[in-house]
T-cell receptor, first 113, second 112 residues
Framework: SQTIHQWPATLVQPVGSPLSLECTVE??????LYWYRQAAGRGLQLLFY??????ISSEVPQNLSASRPQDRQFILSSKKLLLSDSGFYLC????????????FGEGSRLTVL | GQSLEQPSEVTAVEGAIVQINCTYQ??????LSWYQQHDGGAPTFLSY????GLEETGRFSSFLSRSDSYGYLLLQELQMKDSASYFC?????????????FGKGTKLSVIP
């Protein structure tokens, strides 16, 4: 069966520090992968998605970047965090049964101070 | 731009039926999904409508009308554990793939 994991689960970072969130998927090959951000009490904002190694589409210009160095690995990064980067970051892969079905990881809660 | 509108909060009584509406304005549209998210957790997939009509999965049903750019999620026989946020999401074309654009969510509170 397919599984998705992301880490770290929680982190507190100072403004101006770098960020790296990792996501890996097991049990499937060439998955479509997504990074979303959710501010407290808000909806999910699509940040990046990837259809394959080295292929990244950005939806919102921002302080963040994404990379896909391996087929089942998706990384979200920042060189210098801003206060507004705080939020709940969710990695997801798209299932093959339904176009509209995403499987989400456990999430990474980032607080920038 | 792409937008989905849904009520911010709904309160319903245990055992009752509740309907959460979603209207959308998008360029390009493949279908409408619904997700459930409990506080502190990740969203989980509930249903997907690619065609007009009603899809039923246990106590949950989802409806889509493409001509009205409208859908809804129907929850029957409400239980306390159904208290959560519910998101509609439109499946849209993207570069080489599909992408989901989410509404802001409806917080459902089930009361005894």
């Amino acid at each position: 069966s397919q599984t998705i994991h992301q880490w770290p689960a929680t982190l507190v970072q100072p403004v101006g520090s770098p960020l790296s969130l990792e996501c890996t998927v097991e049990g499937t090959s060439n998955p479509n992968l997504y990074w979303y951000r959710q501010a407290a009490g808000r909806g999910l904002q699509l940040l990046f998605y990837s259809v394959g190694i080295g292929q990244i589409s950005s939806e919102v210009p921002q302080n963040l970047s994404a990379s896909r160095p391996q087929d089942r690995q998706f990384i979200l990064s920042s060189k210098k965090l801003l206060l507004s980067d705080s939020g709940f970051y969710l990695c997801a892969w798209r299932g093959t049964k339904n176009t509209g079905e995403l499987f989400f990881g456990e999430g990474s809660r980032l607080t920038v101070l | 731009g792409q937008s989905l509108e849904q009520p911010s909060e709904v309160t319903a009584v245990e055992g009752a039926i509740v309907q959460i509406n979603c209207t959308y304005q998008t360029s390009g549209f493949y279908g409408l999904s619904w997700y459930q998210q409990h506080d502190g957790g990740a969203p989980t997939f509930l249903s997907y409508n690619a065609l007009d009509g009603l899809e039923e999965t246990g106590r949950f049903s989802s409806f889509l009308s493409r001509s009205d750019s409208y859908g809804y999620l129907l929850l029957q026989e409400l239980q306390m554990k159904d208290s959560a946020s519910y998101f509609c999401a439109a499946a849209l074309p993207g570069a080489g793939s599909y992408q989901l654009t989410f509404g802001k969510g409806t917080k459902l509170s089930v009361i005894p």
